[in-house]
């Protein structure tokens, strides 16, 4: 005669394995629902939704700039996802920064960001960054237009007002002092 209670017994197995499943992959994530950064030596891997609900984050308004070319100008903001560092420090991997040029309607907002990815990431340019240019879909999601070291991943480039087209690398090198942050100073403002 089979077992009556066998049949409760998977069904029980089932369930936990579910819950297991789903309480992993919930401590995956902060509170901000981005990938949890904290694994120390790893790299800091993000997709379009961990860049979700981003202007929600502590944010500051720049001056609007561009070095010839690199970005448009207009209403400037730069927004942040992840703790600022201590004077002469470097950000934490898995810090988000995002920049955007909001004229009009979200979905004509220029939208560049850059990711601490750590793990040498972009050895030749801003070490352990990496760029982004994120878009709006007609549906308000956000999408990821390209992402990489700046050079292949956006093969387009940026180009000046001589014809010459660059790479986000080719800027932000000038702020190496600041962990290739340009906006670093206006971001502190944002500490208690």
Known sequence: ???PCYS????KRHFEVVVAVWVVGLSACTAEGMADPAIP??????FAADFEGFTSWPSVEVEPFTMD??????PTRVYLGGALPREDEAFEVGTV???TVEDGAAEGWEVHAMVKR?????????????WFDLEFTPSGALAIAWRGEGDAANPGGYVTTT????AC????VFAGARDHVFSLPELRALLP
């Open 169 to 172: 690398n080719d800027c932000h």
């Open 41 to 46: 030596g790893e790299p800091f891997i993000v």
């Open 118 to 130: 750590g793990g040498g990431y972009n050895a030749e340019g801003a070490r352990d960054w990496e």
């Open 69 to 74: 070319g690199g970005h448009r100008l207009g």
């Open 97 to 99: 920064v995002v920049k």
């Open 1 to 3: 005669m089979p077992d």
């Open 8 to 11: 409760l017994r998977v069904a």
């Open 163 to 166: 014809g010459e087209r660059i």
